[in-house]
């Protein structure tokens, strides 16, 4: 869905200098952060060396952060990976395989806590799948407009298939009911953002190399 909607409208019109920029909020041990920048990648093609991506992924959990940041996964993937994503995108190595070099520089992640601490910003794409779930109505409110900030100007945002923005219509338009894609909105009077008083700094997006801890 990515893919065929969201990326090409993304591309359109970018030039070289733009950054696209993506975050993944509750990205757990980053599966799903490196699964969005292989389909990336896949769909830019020989264009993706040209292209500055900057994917950020943030979750409360540091363990899983510092895993997601190695990029190592058991040989058990190979149920769920194809060989010719295995033979592209992975290294094999002892502990079972590595996301390639050129996918991990791409990603940065940071530990954070997303109903409180300030996000990333000028994003083009959120992609939450699986966390408003496990929120309650006044947080995943929070959380959405949250996202509604931190999105540029038509961004987009990406839930889990079993999610949706509820009653805060007002903040997106709905894209692919089934991929549960949406826009960003604008608003004739911006709600000021609602984070917590402790000042939190986003790393730059050369400070955390792949793999440090």
């Known amino acids: 869905a990515l893919k065929n909607e969201v990326f090409p409208r993304l591309m359109a019109g970018r030039s070289s200098e733009q950054a696209l920029r993506i975050w993944i909020p509750a990205c757990s041990t980053g599966e799903e952060v490196y699964s969005l920048a292989i389909a990336l990648f896949e769909f830019l093609g020989d264009h993706a060396s040209a292209t500055h991506i900057q994917i950020f992924a943030s979750d409360i959990d540091k363990q899983a952060i510092d895993k997601a940041r190695q990029g190592i996964y058991p040989q058990s993937i190979r149920e769920d990976v194809g060989p010719g994503r295995l033979q592209r995108f992975f290294v094999k190595t002892v502990a079972g395989y590595q996301i390639c070099k050129p996918i991990r520089d791409v990603c940065v992640f940071a530990v954070q806590n997303v109903t409180k601490d300030p996000p990333f910003s000028r994003l083009d794409l959120i992609c939450c799948r699986n966390l408003m779930i496990y929120l309650g109505t006044v947080l995943q409110k929070k959380v959405l407009h949250t996202f509604h900030y931190a999105l540029r100007p038509n961004g987009y945002l990406m839930l889990g298939t079993s999610e949706?923005?509820?009653?805060?219509?007002?903040?997106?338009?709905?894209?692919?009911k089934k991929n549960k894609i949406y826009t960003r909105k604008s608003l004739l009077s911006r709600p000021g953002a609602d984070f917590d008083a402790t000042p939190y700094t986003a790393p730059p997006f050369a400070a955390i190399r792949p793999g440090q801890k």
Do not use: A, M, N, P
């Open 164 to 176: 949706t923005i509820g009653s805060e219509t007002e903040l997106f338009y709905l894209l692919d």
